[in-house]
């Protein structure tokens, strides 16, 4: 079945640029989303890209796409404390319900 | 709008005890989607619905669990009898078409002793 990997920590110093990366399988894929999950609450949809899109930015949000490689990324300009939190990568094709990566925890270190 | 609504948000309880989980849906959405999450094996589907009819429950852990959407504002998840292993944070979702991003509530975080 489809599948999305993500790699599980990532820790960055504030006011520099984190990426998060974002593999998936299903090559059908329509939308690719990101979400983003704070302590204690559920997921917040943060951004999204067509799939016949290879960017999109969104203020201090890049997301590129790679449909040849099957690769996302989410690159967060400036990145601040309030940025801590799980981002999860998705991905959906055809009438099946979205697929979750694990997540990615990001760490902001002041 | 207020957004997807669960309820409770807390819930311990004992092994053994039925646990019944709610949720309200955003208005004019019309597939919901049960999921749970674990340090362990992350976010997982449970079920869905469209349209208040179940599409697929194939990620129902067993038959203790149960879902039910009377109509298109409110659905339960049920576990019977609920085992220590179920302890998770269990999120309602809902959408307004298949491929439509998923609005997600706040979740229940379930604690079973």
């Known amino acids: 079945g489809e599948d999305v990997e993500q790699s599980l920590f990532l820790s960055v110093r504030e006011g520099d640029s984190s990426v998060i990366n974002c593999t998936y399988t299903d090559s059908s894929s329509t939308y690719l989303y990101w979400y983003k999950q704070e302590p204690g609450a559920g997921l917040q949809l943060l951004t999204y890209i067509f799939s016949n899109m290879d960017m999109k930015q969104d203020q201090r949000l890049t997301v590129l796409l790679n449909k040849k490689d099957k690769h996302l990324s989410l690159r967060i300009a400036d990145t601040q404390t309030g940025d801590s939190a799980i981002y999860f990568c998705?991905?959906?094709?055809?009438?099946?319900?979205?697929?979750f990566g694990k997540g990615t925890r990001l760490s902001v270190i002041a | 709008d207020a957004g997807v609504i669960q309820s409770p948000r807390h819930e311990v309880t004992e092994m053994g005890q039925e646990v019944t989980l709610r949720c309200k849906p955003i208005?004019?959405?019309?597939?919901l989607f049960w999921y749970r999450q674990t340090m362990m094996r992350g976010l997982e589907l449970l079920i869905y619905f469209n349209n208040n009819v179940p599409i697929d429950d194939s990620g129902m852990p067993e038959d203790r669990f149960s879902a039910k959407m009377p109509n298109a504002s409110f659905s339960t998840l049920k576990i019977q009898p609920s085992e220590p292993r179920d302890s998770a944070v269990y999120f309602c979702?809902?959408?307004?078409?298949?491929?439509?991003?998923?609005?997600f509530g706040n979740g229940t975080r379930l604690t079973v002793t």
């Open positions: 979702a809902s959408s307004g078409g298949s491929s439509a991003p998923l609005h």
């Open positions: 208005s004019g959405h019309d597939y």
């Open positions: 998705a991905e959906v094709s055809g009438n099946t319900p979205l697929v």
